[in-house]
């Protein structure tokens, strides 16, 4: 079992930042694949940026590349996200998901893939 939490959102105008945490538990957190996924109101929920095991191979959304930025930490059982140049369309509850896989090397991109999920933070964008 994993739990996730998520923190680090909230309000900012456009063109600001914000850096999103999330805090695994459990001793198994480096075996996990993580990813941020975000869900806008009225739509599904999408993938933002993933990460493997080993913190190599940042994967993004065309919608987030250049401005978003996906790590973790392994000794601290933490993955962040930071997340710059923000604009109106970024707003959605950001959700942290863990993914269970035996390569070092592999992300996962579909949120079928995901064993574990947080239960989300609000990340709001005013223009």
């Known amino acids: 079992q994993v739990q996730l939490v998520e923190s680090g959102g909230g309000l900012v105008q456009a063109g600001g930042s914000l850096r999103l945490s999330c805090a695994a538990s459990?001793?198994?957190?480096?075996?996990?694949?993580m990813a941020w996924f975000r869900q806008a109101p009225g739509k599904e929920r999408a993938f933002v940026a993933g990460?493997?095991?080993?913190?190599?191979?940042?994967y993004y959304a065309d919608s987030v590349k250049g401005r978003f930025t996906i790590s973790r930490d392994n000794a601290k059982n933490t993955v962040y996200l930071q997340m710059n140049k923000l604009k109106p369309e970024d707003t959605a509850v950001y959700y942290c998901?863990?993914?269970?896989?035996?390569?070092?090397?592999?992300?996962?991109?579909?949120?079928?893939?995901?064993?574990?999920w947080g239960q989300g933070t609000q990340v709001t964008v005013s223009s």
């Open positions: 998901a863990a993914g269970l896989v035996m390569s070092a090397k592999v992300i996962l991109t579909t949120k079928n893939e995901y064993d574990y």
């Open positions: 990460i493997a095991r080993s913190g190599g191979s940042p």
């Open positions: 459990g001793r198994t957190f480096s075996s996990y694949a």
